[in-house]
């Protein structure tokens, strides 16, 4: 199986200020075929369900604010959130879906400092 | 917009099978893969498997001796059997389209207890 790592656990980050998190895989999740990372970021809020927000390593999803971002290659991917607003206080977990069986990293929760 | 709505049982014993179906409304389960999910309550999810519009499936490994995977066309849904399950299954269960993910339904919270 792929293993699905972030970093840091948490984050506290000012209203405004930048928030960015780490995730690493334990091989590489590119298929060379179309030259795509298949690896996928999601925002969880309490008592819902994830929300895709990052697919393709980088590509947003319809209607994800511009203020995410993904970027990455190979096994190290990151989320930037470029001003973090109150709305995303969350947990944000990486996915791979490059190799079967797909995983999911372990979450990072991000709240205002 | 594509909706998908999640039924099945809140509660199920030690040993029995748990059945669920997953309601797909504005798209058809003809395309794209369909897959399923779960979290135990403050854990990361789990990838449990999908199924591919032709039918065909894939799953964890962990699970697939117990999983079972289907598709109805006609109603336009698809369902998961688990079975002999145990306490170590009990945890939020999703549907949810693609493979990356795109759609989810609402969370089930399946305990498994006597």
């Known amino acids: 199986d792929i293993v699905m790592t972030q970093s840091p656990d948490s984050l506290g980050v000012s209203l405004g200020e930048r928030a960015t998190i780490n995730c690493k895989s334990s091989r590489s999740v590119l298929f060379r075929p179309n030259n795509k990372h298949y690896l996928a970021w999601y925002q969880q809020k309490p008592g819902q369900p994830p929300r895709l927000l990052i697919y393709?390593?980088?590509a947003r999803e319809s209607g994800v604010p511009d203020r995410f971002s993904g970027s990455g290659s190979g096994t190290d991917f990151t989320l930037t959130i470029s001003s973090l607003q109150a709305e995303d206080v969350a947990v944000y977990y990486c996915q791979q879906y490059h190799s079967s069986p797909f995983t999911f990293g372990p979450g990072t929760k991000v709240d205002i400092k | 917009q594509v909706q998908l709505h999640l039924s099945g049982p809140g509660l199920v014993k030690p040993s029995e099978t748990l059945s669920l179906t997953c309601s797909v409304s504005g798209d058809s389960v003809t395309t794209f893969y369909w897959s399923w999910i779960r979290q135990p309550p403050g854990k990361r999810p789990e990838w449990i498997g999908h199924i591919y519009a032709d039918g065909s499936t894939d799953s964890n490994p962990s699970l697939r001796r117990r999983l079972t995977l289907s598709l109805d066309t006609s109603k336009n849904q698809f369902s998961l059997r688990l079975a002999s399950m145990t306490g170590a299954d009990t945890a939020f269960y999703y549907c949810a389209r693609d493979q990356k993910l795109s759609s989810w339904s609402q969370g089930t919270l399946v305990t498994v207890s006597s």
């Open positions: 393709w390593a980088s």
